[in-house]
T-cell receptor
């Protein structure tokens, strides 16, 4: 079993829908990152969380440390949100990240 | 926000040759840089952690003599793929930690370099 599991692996939705991507992890962490990777390959860091909730524009990220679970929400989704969303955790005091397998999101107009 | 650049963005080389990829932090100093490799439809895999002025720490299974990493300054790390083979064709991504950032956990990713070995 991977240390970081994302669901779903693939998600297709219509423009305007509310999107939720989930991330569960099985180890103690110091921080959790949500990343976005577009088809060209470049990666953008969306959020870094160690507790609670963060919001940036239409994106919301939450984390429940006790349940070892995080969610990424996209409100009023748009075709330009189509990308792979990756959850990554920072283990304890370590510097390196452990990545989930990614969720491929497709938003149709 | 902090910017990390990589050069080149794409490179095609012949089997047996060496290729150097640069990773630069443009507006901050990075004591630590990370090199990742990503095969198609797979997630990122950490290859090595590079600390300025010291030897890189390689992950298990990564050949340090094949993937040479140099982190000679606080803004530049290089990855050299030596004697490249077609199986080294992949997408290589670096990330950098801001040495003086408000969060010791924040990492900034470069745009990646697509290497094709023919």
């Amino acid at each position: 079993k991977n240390e970081v599991e994302q669901s779903p692996q693939n998600l297709t939705a219509q423009e305007g829908e509310f999107i939720t991507i989930n991330c569960s992890y099985s180890v103690g962490i110091s921080a959790l990152h949500w990343l976005q990777q577009h088809p060209g390959g470049g990666i953008v860091s969306l959020f870094m969380l160690s507790s609670g909730k963060k919001k940036h524009g239409r994106l919301i990220a939450t984390i429940n440390i006790q349940e070892k679970h995080s969610s990424l929400h996209i409100t009023a989704s748009h075709p330009r949100d189509s990308a792979v969303y990756i959850c990554a955790v920072q283990l304890g005091g370590a510097q390196k990240l452990v990545f989930g397998q990614g969720t491929r999101l497709t938003i149709n107009p | 926000g902090a910017v990390v650049s990589q050069h080149p963005s794409r490179v095609i080389c012949k089997s047996g040759t060496s290729v150097k990829i640069e990773c630069r932090s443009l507006d901050f100093q990075a004591t630590t840089m990370f090199w990742y490799r990503q095969f198609p439809k797979q997630s990122l895999m950490l290859m090595a952690t590079s600390n300025e002025g010291s030897k890189a720490t390689y992950e298990q299974g990564v050949e340090k003599d094949k993937f040479l990493i140099n982190h000679a300054s606080l803004t530049l790390s290089t990855l050299t793929v030596t004697s490249a083979h077609p199986e080294d064709s992949s997408f290589y991504i670096c990330s950098a930690r801001d040495a003086e950032g408000w969060s010791s956990y924040e990492q900034y990713f470069g745009p990646g370099t697509r290497l094709t070995v023919t």
